[in-house]
């Protein structure tokens, strides 16, 4: 037995911290899972008979910027001095950053416990050792940093030439030599044309929303299961068909980096947020006609502009679409002062007139109203000469709507037979499949026939 060993450490137990990176990590490498729970069979093996295991960090990283129940386990039991000895498979699975390193070494040294891994066993009151754990931990930090950094460069070059796989919008799939094409299922590249057709038509992607929600259609959503990627079909939501508006891969251009993360401090801990958009020109990657797109990329840019003009919340000075209530000029009116955006104000009471003012500078309080007008008035007047403008061309108007209605109407007859095709192949497919089983190997037929 080592000498360093004590009947001391051995009468507190052993903890064996298992801990590894990422989800892909658990799944995939389970060598790595072998090798450190084997270390139960190494503490009991130098006479440790109380050891236990702490895995609760498994696909957790190291790095500082994750929360590690685990670790905060392994820490509680080093204070309350149950634990005699640490075992790890490498430096890296305890800490990847100096803070969490060190400030296990230090309380191992203040209750006497060991740290043990397969090159040796260590006591951190002892001077050598301590300077061997401190290389350990600082070596490993520098470690994962350029092993990060190797990888960004090596992703971010990759990503100029446009050889970078990721996971792609419905519409659009890899080819085995890399190159991205469209999805050769009618179905699904018919849905993504009718919903960019409806957008121009209607000009607002929450119509597009409610038009297909009323219609009761629904668009094909990619699901990833690891590396499987497959398409579901579902009821539209908002935010997907946003997210199909303002992808500039369905423009027939290759993005990447539209996304940042950002770093900040929580009780005294980095924390990473991700998902933070960045405007186009800070895009890391962005190479037109890469590919065969749905739209131009001049079409991509005047839909964007259109979302951003339909976006009220948003305090910008780009012109506003009208939105309902009573007033006819919600969100058209500009103050012929300022140039700021006219808002409406409605009366408490039913019935009462609504009024235009512009609040002038809402940055300073106290500034005042820069002008007001009541509303009725000027509507009235807008009607006329809107009503006197279009006098002339009120039949071809009114053909021009019953068009769209016919059109509209034979988009969803269109979309719905596409969806009843489909559902057609799965019964036949479910049919063919029953059909090609062994009547008498129950335990598959049951499930087919469910």
């Given at each position: 037995m080592n000498p360093k060993i004590t009947p001391d450490h051995l009468s507190r137990?052993?903890?064996v911290y298992v801990r590894q990176s990422t989800p892909g990590q658990v799944t995939g490498h389970t060598e790595s899972q072998r090798r450190q729970y084997a270390l139960v069979q190494?503490?009991?093996?130098?006479?440790?008979a109380a050891v236990a295991v702490i895995d609760d960090d498994l696909g957790r990283s190291g790095s500082g910027l994750t929360a590690r129940p685990g670790f905060q386990k392994l820490v509680a039991s080093v204070c309350a001095g149950s634990v005699g000895a640490v075992f790890c498979i490498e430096a890296?699975?305890?800490a990847r950053n100096g803070r969490d390193w060190h400030h296990l070494i230090d309380l191992c040294a203040l209750v006497g416990a060991l740290v043990i891994d397969p090159d040796g066993i260590y006591d951190p009151r002892l001077v050598n050792d301590r300077l061997l754990l401190g290389l350990k931990g600082t070596m490993s930090e520098y470690e994962l940093s350029l092993l990060r950094q190797r990888g960004l460069d090596a992703r971010d070059s990759k990503a100029r030439r446009g050889e970078l796989r990721f996971t792609l919008p419905p519409g659009y799939c890899w080819t085995e030599d890399g190159r991205i094409e469209v999805d050769p299922d009618e179905h699904v590249c018919a849905t993504i044309h009718l919903l960019f057709r409806k957008f121009r038509e209607l000009g607002s992607a929450r119509q597009v929303f409610l038009w297909m929600r009323q219609s009761q259609l629904r668009l094909p959503v990619v699901r990833r299961n690891l590396a499987i990627c497959r398409i579901e079909w579902q009821a539209p939501a908002y935010h997907t068909v946003l997210q199909v508006l303002q992808n500039p891969l369905y423009a027939g251009a290759y993005a990447f980096g539209r996304t940042s993360q950002r770093t900040h401090m929580v009780d005294g801990r980095a924390r990473k947020t991700e998902g933070h958009r960045k405007t186009m020109p800070n895009w890391s990657v962005l190479l037109r006609d890469h590919h065969v797109g749905y739209i131009s990329w001049n079409q991509f840019e005047e839909n964007q502009r259109m979302i951003g003009e339909n976006a009220h919340m948003q305090k910008r000075a780009s012109r506003k679409t009208a939105r309902g209530g009573r007033a006819l000029l919600t969100g058209l009116v500009r103050c012929g002062r300022c140039g700021r955006m006219m808002r409406v104000f409605y009366g408490m009471r039913s019935g009462h007139a609504h009024r235009y003012q512009c609040r002038g500078d809402d940055a300073h309080v106290g500034s005042?109203?820069?002008i007001g007008i009541g509303g009725?008035?000027?509507?009235r007047a807008v009607a006329h000469q809107i009503l006197e403008a279009v006098s002339d061309r009120a039949v071809d108007a009114a053909i021009l709507a019953a068009d769209q209605v016919s059109k509209a109407a034979d988009d969803?007859?269109?979309a719905l037979e596409r969806e009843l095709e489909e559902a057609r192949y799965?019964?036949?497919?479910?049919a063919r499949r029953y059909d090609l089983v062994d009547p008498a190997k129950r335990h598959v037929v049951r499930a087919l026939e469910a």
């Open positions: 137990g052993a903890a190494a503490a009991q093996t130098m006479g440790f890296s699975r305890l005042g109203l820069c009725v008035r000027v509507d969803i007859r269109q799965e019964a036949s497919l479910a």
